[in-house]
């Protein structure tokens, strides 16, 4: 039985045959899996006011009904099972989530929304707020079309041995399998090893590195990750210990490798960590493929 029963395809409110449509519709005929297309419409401003009169909201929800069932139909008629729905909202994102807590989809797919560095000073970008919020795994598809994924690179930070984030290893490594099994794709492994992250303070005298302990530290990462590596089948060749800081190692690795979908744990970030956004929303800003969010546990 495929791991992806239901699909929820967050369709862009510009009512234009996305990336991220093909890449649910093409999922949805590799798995059989039922797929749920809905529009969200912004009905207000930041402020809550009407941003258009009665007639025009009409109008606005009559084209996106036209155009999304024109859109179902032609998938009804090539075999999919798909429902549709459009909904007007002043808090778009809230709805969304509440869409995901009822619907529990196996994967939820929707368009890259990029943001301007300014506006993000003021503004959450809402696909940060999918990623701290979304309880179902995340995808989120660049301009980049490519129906099916050919390369699935399931990015995995083996250099913490807690149990958080074994757990959310172990999250990372099922989607990605699940997504490479179903579209016949090749299954990667990468983590990115940062030096920085393996200082220690002296107190008094600042961060400094003790003799040998980076040594011991990566050669503790490194033994991680072969073990998760051959507890899933992964075969050498396809396991990637790179070095650099995990945002630009991530990037780099995807655009020589060309990959597809990297595979990524996010977090619930709230307060001050929170304005900083994870590795994953940053490696968004810069990422050349697209990217498929695990969510972990909740962060204080």
Not at 18 to 47: Q, S, W
Not at 88 to 107: C, F, G, T, Y
Not at 201 to 209: E, H, I, P, Q, R
Request: with cysteine; hydrophobic share 45%; glycine share 6%.
């Amino acid at each position: 039985m495929s791991p992806y029963q239901r699909l929820f395809m967050i369709a862009s409110p510009t009512l234009r045959h996305t990336p991220a449509m093909e890449r649910a519709v093409a999922i949805a005929r590799a798995t059989d899996a039922a797929l749920h297309i809905a529009v969200f419409l912004e009905e207000g401003d930041l402020l809550g006011r009407m941003a258009a009169g009665t007639a025009l909201r009409q109008a606005m929800e009559r084209d996106a009904w036209t155009w999304l069932r024109d859109e179902a139909g032609q998938l009804r008629h090539d075999g999919l099972e798909v429902s549709c729905e459009v909904q007007v909202s002043r808090q778009v994102i809230r709805d969304m989530l509440e869409h995901v807590e009822d619907m529990q989809p196996d994967l939820v797919i929707k368009d890259v929304h990029h943001e301007s560095a300014l506006r993000r000073v003021f503004l959450t970008p809402p696909d940060w707020q999918l990623l701290r919020d979304c309880t179902a795994p995340l995808h989120l598809v660049s301009d980049l079309r490519c129906p099916l994924p050919r390369v699935v690179i399931a990015a995995l930070d083996t250099l913490h041995p807690d149990s958080q984030h074994t757990r959310i290893n172990q999250r990372v490594m099922a989607q990605a399998s699940a997504l490479a099994i179903q579209c016949e794709a090749e299954l990667h492994l990468l983590h990115a090893w940062d030096v920085a992250q393996t200082r220690v303070a002296d107190f008094g005298a600042g961060a400094v590195t003790m003799p040998g302990f980076n040594h011991e530290v990566r050669r503790s990462a490194q033994l991680a990750f072969e073990h998760l590596a051959q507890a899933h089948g992964v075969p050498e060749s396809h396991r990637h210990f790179v070095s650099g800081p995990a945002t630009l190692a991530i990037a780099d690795y995807a655009g020589q490798h060309r990959a597809d979908v990297i595979v990524m744990g996010s977090s619930q970030r709230r307060g001050a960590a929170g304005l900083l956004g994870s590795t994953t929303e940053h490696v968004l800003q810069h990422l050349p493929c697209n990217v498929l969010a695990v969510r972990g546990e909740p962060e204080d």
